[in-house]
């Protein structure tokens, strides 16, 4: 429990480097076991038994505990949980729910019009020179374009006060999660969540769903099949938010800071992109000369293997995700190991990611070319920056879409550099806690953003950018399941 507490995550890296020859071990702590999967070659075995080995009873109390919803909604949510009636009920039709609209295809295509619409004017917006915090610059993009691109028009946090609620009731995510007296511990977080549920419930009255996303109509249609009360339809989407959000926006910083801190990475992926840009000369109404500078995500994401195998590298690299199983009934696992009803069944992705033996004696340097079709080696399994089985992450495709969007025309259009011509410096994550799958910098970055030379004119000529997404049903390989 003190290691734990102490190290979090990387206390079973620890462990795994004093008994590398164990594939999986028990930690017993005060009435319950937890089973710590060191082997990738025990994975698929968990991820296959998805009944006998189960995420939604986890899932549901999470969800009860985070989001503070009633008594009636937790019943709703509780019926026929793990499926053992049969395929019915809101826990066991959600995912199918969301499949389509997040797979994709015309739904998710939507989704990202509006994301990169909003990333290009706000990059637009931008002056030439602009000193920022870049954790802060890039969370709060990130923010905005995925929350415009889900909720639509009436958009909760166009509000300035509802997105800085959302980053304050991250802190007490895990004494909720814990149930460990919230209302003195972590009484920030419970007054930021009531505001964002106060918010979402505006949402509502206003008929936000109808005009917001696929995915949005997906889910709250959903809610209403299963007679979720109203007020819990808004608390859920609290919790819906942090699902779209909290990876998202570090998950972008840290592609950033590699991109940006490593001159040989930022050459690379802008020599490639610089491929899938197409230009086409124009005048404005006034008669001046414009070149409009064109980019195509379906093109960046089927022609940019570079950029894609750095993003998963930023993954491999930071992820600290755990992905949890309960022990539905006493269960044989690849009938050698005996896990008992009612413990709990975890593999820690730090323990995959840093393992020599599936990703060679490099393990602990950056590759941002470790990912590229010709020169993979290692067990696709081992790769768990979105999960795997049947909780791998439904919104992969989007959030994958958005950074890198986000992140090309950023390296497209500006130079990024501390401050004072300071050297870049990786800031640590030891203040993550356990519920984080990308933790966020314990420090910020002061960086100084310059457009550059070229970028947004040429002689008299002006620049003008713009992203676009060409109808796109073919999926990215980015976990096991997508290949």
Known sequence: ????????????????????????????????????????????????????????????????????????ANEILTRNVNGEEGDWGYSMTFYKAIHTPLAPGPGLDAMNRIMAERVVASIDGMK????????????????????????GPQNPFRDRAVEESFWKFQPGIMILLMNLFPSVLAKESLEARELLVAAFNQYLKNDGPSQGSALMKARYDHSME???????IARFEVGNTIGILTNTAPAAFWMAYHLYSDAAVLRDCRDE?????????????????????????????????????????VLRVHSVGISTRLVMQDHVLAGQ???????????????????????GPDVHRFDHRRFLPK??????????????G???C??????????????????????????DGAQWTCPTTAKAEMWEVTPMPDEDIDVEIRSRAGGEEEGEKRVKWRVVVTDSDKAMPLAAEDE
């Not at 189960?54 to 503070?68: D, M, Q, R, T, Y």
């Not at 500078?293 to 750095?310: E, G």
């Not at 993979?376 to 768990?384: I, P, S």
Request: hydrophobic share 40%; with cysteine; charged share 20%.
């Open 273 to 313: 992109l610089a491929h899938v840009v197409s230009d086409q000369e124009t005048t404005t109404p006034h008669g001046q000369p414009v070149t409009v500078r064109t980019i195509d995500l379906a093109r960046v994401k089927t022609s940019c293997p570079l950029l894609l195998s750095t993003l998963q590298e």
């Open 375 to 388: 020169t993979k080696r290692h067990n696709a399994v081992a790769f768990r920056g979105f999960g795997g």
């Open 1 to 72: 429990m003190v290691g734990l507490t102490r190290k979090k995550s990387k206390y079973y890296v620890q462990l795994r480097n004093k008994y590398p020859d164990l594939p999986i071990y028990t930690l017993r702590l005060p009435g319950a076991r937890l089973y710590i999967i060191n082997s990738a070659t025990l994975i698929p075995a968990v991820q296959r038994h998805f009944k006998e080995l189960a995420f939604p009873p986890l899932e549901v109390k999470f969800a009860s505990n985070i989001c503070g919803s009633s008594k009636a």
């Open 337 to 359: 190991y005996l896990l008992k009803k009612g413990n709990t069944v975890m593999i820690p992705g730090p323990v995959q990611h840093t393992n020599a033996g599936t990703w």
């Open 390 to 392: 049947t909780t791998l």
């Open 394 to 419: 439904p919104g992969r495709h989007f959030a994958s879409t958005e950074i890198l969007a986000f992140t090309a025309l950023m390296i497209l259009r500006f130079d990024v550099a501390p401050v």
């Open 128 to 151: 030439d020179r602009k000193r920022a915090k870049l954790f802060n610059f890039v969370k709060h993009e990130i923010t905005l374009a995925t929350t415009e691109s889900v909720y």
């Open 226 to 232: 299963h007679k979720i009360p109203m007020d819990d």
